[in-house]
T-cell receptor
Framework: GENVEQHPSTLSVQEGDSAVIKCTYS??????FPWYKQELGKRPQLIID?????GEKKDQRIAVTLNKTAKHFSLHITETQPEDSAVYFC????????????FGAGTQVVVTP | NAGVTQTPKFQVLKTGQSMTLQCAQD?????MSWYRQDPGMGLRLIHY???????DQGEVPNGYNVSRSTTEDFPLRLLSAAPSQTSVYFC??????????????FGEGSWLTVV
């Protein structure tokens, strides 16, 4: 089955700096890669996703890149703000997985003013 | 439109007790699932369903049971609670079992402590 590894497990950045979280996946058939943000005590919420036919996708201050050959994808947050502090999860989904997502272990991002 | 609703939000159980976590969605989603979240381990799939009357095991199914008698409801039963089942449980749903890339919506979570 699919295995997703996520690094780093914690990330501390100064407000205004950029944050990068990296994930690798094992199943070359996976073709959908969402990113979820989870604030303390809240549910995970989708912030951005990318499909395998696209190499990069941007939405305001966040962007995701995908390298299918290397089987890794990354989340980039620019101009970080205190409200970006949260746990971020990457995930991967394969076509025959009946909607199942395999999640990474998560990255705790702390943005300090 | 309430989305995905889970109850209870908090529960303390004694070892050996049984209980049911309720999950309902009002979005007519075919796919529903249960995850547990433990520190440093992300979200792990317990059981899932691709439609009424159809369920299957995920990554960590032992000690849990599910059923799907209606499209809307997907309860998770703990048969004989153990301290290892102390966790946060999330129910989730998405529109189509056959579609890759359909957004998965999570419930608010249920915090379960087994003593």
């Amino acid at each position: 089955g699919e295995n997703v590894e996520q690094h780093p497990s914690t990330l501390s950045v100064q407000e205004g700096d950029s944050a990068v979280i990296k994930c690798t996946y094992s199943d070359s058939a996976s073709n959908y890669f969402p990113w979820y943000k989870q604030e303390l005590g809240k549910r995970p919420q989708l912030i951005i996703d990318i499909r395998s036919n696209v190499g990069e996708k941007k939405d305001q201050r966040i962007a995701v890149t995908l390298n299918k050959t290397a089987k890794h994808f990354s989340l980039h947050i620019t101009e970080t703000q205190p409200e970006d502090s949260a746990v971020y999860f990457c995930a991967a989904q394969a076509p025959d997985s009946w909607g199942k997502l395999q999640f990474g272990a998560g990255t705790q991002v702390v943005v300090t003013p | 439109n309430a989305g995905v609703t889970q109850t209870p939000k908090f529960q303390v159980l004694k070892t050996g007790q049984s209980m049911t976590l309720q999950c309902a969605q009002d979005m007519n989603h075919e796919y529903m699932s249960w995850y547990r979240q433990d520190p440093g381990m992300g979200l792990r799939l317990i059981h899932y369903s691709v439609g009424a009357g159809i369920t299957d095991q995920g990554e960590v199914p032992n000690g849990y049971n599910v059923s799907r008698s209606t499209t809307e409801d997907f309860p998770l039963r703990l048969l004989s609670a153990a301290p290892s089942q102390t966790s946060v449980y999330f129910c989730a749903s998405s529109y189509s079992r056959t579609g890759v890339g359909n957004t998965i919506y999570f419930g608010e979570g249920s915090w379960l402590t087994v003593v």
